[in-house]
């Protein structure tokens, strides 16, 4: 792993931990698997489904607030 990646998982670990009132277990595992899945499978999603479903997204989280 390059030392920006390092970083880059130090960082999210550190915001996991301060946010995730510790319900989330093994934290590093689970982001050690999702870089490993991201690496491999990556696909750029289309324009427009992203923002159809960032449109959806949007409305229910405003719903929640």
């Known amino acids: 792993m390059s030392q920006s990646n390092d970083h880059d998982m130090t960082a999210v670990l550190e915001a996991i931990d301060h946010y995730s009132d510790g319900d989330v277990d093994r934290p590093q595992e ?6 490993e899945s991201f690496s491999k499978k990556h696909k ?7 923002e159809k479903d960032l449109a959806k997204l949007q409305t229910e989280l405003v ?3």
Do not use: F, T, W
């Open 44 to 50: 750029r999603l289309n324009k427009k489904v992203y």
């Open 30 to 35: 689970i982001m050690v698997e999702l870089q």
């Open 63 to 65: 719903k929640m607030q």
